[in-house]
């Protein structure tokens, strides 16, 4: 059984920084796609980063590009989210996500293919 756990939300000032933190238990997931995905109050979950097995692919939503960085340590399958100059519009659930399938990489940061998911961790951003 895969178990993906998120941590490092909180509430911070915009502006600021916060780094979020992922870990897999239970399979290695060096092979698979993790992503982070976040959901706000009535809002769809929506892709926010993703990063291939190899770390050698990532793709960020456009809101996010240049603030946000996604990165992997598949030694220790781990998987961050730098998230800088935060703005209030990023206050939402955060959640991490290991792809459903291994050894593959399907563009577009789609919740849809991913099969494993973290309870969520909370970020809120204050104006």
């Known amino acids: 059984q895969v178990q993906v756990v998120e941590s490092g939300g909180g509430l911070v000032q915009a502006g600021t920084s916060l780094r979020l933190s992922c870990t897999a238990s239970?399979?290695?997931?060096?092979?698979?796609?993790m992503g982070w995905f976040r959901q706000g109050s009535g809002k769809e979950r929506e892709g926010v980063a993703c990063i291939s097995w190899s770390g050698t692919t990532t793709e960020y939503r456009d809101s996010v590009k240049g603030r946000f960085t996604i990165s992997r340590d598949n030694a220790r399958n781990t998987l961050h989210l730098e998230m800088n100059s935060l703005k209030p519009e990023d206050t939402a659930m955060y959640y991490c996500?290991?792809?459903?399938?291994?050894?593959?990489?399907?563009?577009?940061?789609?919740?849809?293919?991913?099969?494993?998911w973290g309870q969520g961790t909370q970020v809120t951003v204050s104006s």
């Open positions: 239970g399979v290695g997931l060096v092979r698979y796609t």
């Open positions: 996500a290991a792809d459903g399938l291994s050894s593959r990489y399907v563009s577009g940061c789609n919740a849809r293919n991913f099969a494993y």
